[in-house]
Structures are given as structure tokens and as C-alpha cells.
């Protein structure tokens, strides 16, 4: 046997099983602000992370530049050494002595 409702108690008939009971409404809301200070709070730890990753970044491009200095003088140093030793080089065997 199948139980027809009609249409117009169909809707009363499945808000009054589904209404929630007082208590609910504030646990569920409840629930949900503690959720979203729980967002606020990992949300502020990426912040600060992030932050912390672009102050190591520029850490390490400042050290990186200067890395990068001192090869450039060390190879502008042994450029002019190799000059130099080249001039003498010649002067020797043109004159036979330095």
C-alpha cells in the first residue's frame, strides 16, 4: 500500500522532522566560531611563515651577492696576475733575465 501526502503538508510535515532543537542552533554555532578562530589562527601562522621565507630569501641574495663579488675580484685579481706573469715571462726570453 503506498501513502500518498499531498503536496501542500509535505513541506510542514518536513520542516516539523527536521527543526532543529534549540540547544543545536547554539552548539552548531558555537561550533562554527570556534572554527573560524581556528582559521584566523592558522591563516595568521601562513602570514607569518611567508614572511619568514621572504626575509631567509633576501638573506640569502645578499649573502649570494656578495659570494658573487668576491669570485668577480678573485678572477679580476688572477686576470692581472696572469698578465703580469706573462710581461715577465716575455721579458725573460727576450732578455734571458728578469
Known amino acids: 500500500m503506498v501513502f500518498r501526502v499531498p503536496a501542500r503538508s509535505a513541506p510542514r510535515r ?15 554555532g558555537a561550533e562554527l566560531i570556534s572554527a573560524a578562530r581556528k582559521c584566523e589562527a592558522m591563516t595568521a601562522e601562513v602570514h607569518n611563515s611567508i614572511a619568514y621565507m621572504r626575509d631567509t630569501a633576501a638573506a640569502y641574495r645578499e649573502e649570494a ?3 658573487f663579488k ?4 678573485c678572477s ?3 686576470e692581472d696576475v696572469r698578465k703580469t706573469c706573462e710581461i715577465v715571462k716575455r721579458k725573460i726570453e727576450k732578455n734571458g733575465t728578469p
Not at 668576491?70 to 675580484?73: A, K, L, M, N
Request: proline content about 8%; hydrophobic content about 40%.
Open 76 to 78: 679580476l685579481f688572477t
Open 65 to 67: 651577492k656578495k659570494i
Open 70 to 73: 668576491r669570485i668577480e675580484d
Open 14 to 28: 518536513w520542516c516539523a522532522t527536521t527543526k532543529p532543537l534549540p540547544g543545536e542552533i547554539e552548539a552548531m
